[in-house]
Antibody, heavy 121, light 107 residues
């Protein structure tokens, strides 16, 4: 069975850094596209970042230059390094998988339970 | 960026009702549209991808249609487990964007 488990969330001060982790089981992250999606309290969903099997990465504009997505194939983990955090970054952060099939992509077919990031001013 | 707009924001319905909600894209996204269901305090769940392809295990009462800029999600007979918030999402172009959601509540 496939699973994603996020960790690393917490309370930080504005301007500080945090690294989120996502542990995958039942599949290998190196063979899949992986992404982070966030949800601010009481708000909708926002795609944050994606990492391809090739290592190519993309980010939403509001986090470019501050966040970095990466993976450790040996540990089957995905990470999100978040620097210079602001109040607008406070959210539940979800790790998710994107399936790439010959007929097209299947976005966010599995999700973790989320990890909460709170930013204090 | 492609803006996704869902309507209505809230829908009040009864068990057994047929419900339909709409998602509009600010520009054509071809068929690169997905629908998610989210219940309070839980992660979203993928229901449909590529407009109308039902995910494994998703009940057949859910169906999707549309193309280009206008899309619909239909629940043919609303069940108690279906009261939740539904999001559409385009994955044609980065940044991938979600609609603001339609909350289905008990009438």
């Amino acid at each position: 069975e496939v699973h994603l488990v996020e960790s690393g969330g917490g309370l930080v001060q504005r301007g500080e850094s945090l690294r989120l982790s996502c542990a995958a089981s039942g599949f290998t992250v190196s063979s899949n596209y992986m992404a982070w999606v966030r949800q601010a309290p009481g708000r909708g969903l926002e795609w944050v970042s994606v990492i391809y099997t090739s290592g190519t990465t993309y980010y939403t504009d509001s986090v470019k230059g501050r966040f970095t997505i990466s993976r450790d194939n040996s540990k089957n983990m995905v990470y999100l390094q978040m620097n210079s955090l602001t109040a607008e970054d406070a959210s539940v952060y979800y790790c998710s998988r994107i399936l790439v099939e010959p007929t097209g992509w299947i976005p966010f077919d599995i999700w973790g339970q989320g990890t909460v990031v709170t930013v204090s001013s | 960026d492609i803006q996704m707009s869902q309507s209505p924001s809230t829908l009040s319905a009864s068990v057994g009702d047929r419900v339909t909600f709409t998602c509009r894209a600010s520009q054509s996204i071809s068929s690169w549209l997905a629908w998610f269901q989210q219940k309070p305090g839980k992660a979203p769940k993928l229901l449909i991808h590529k407009v109308s392809s039902l995910e494994s295990g998703v009940p057949s009462r859910f169906s999707g249609s549309g193309s280009g800029t206008e899309f619909t999600l239909t629940i043919s007979s609303l069940q108690p487990d279906d009261f939740a918030t539904y999001y559409c999402q385009q994955y044609k172009t980065y940044p991938w964007t979600f609609g603001q959601g339609t909350r289905v509540e008990i009438k």
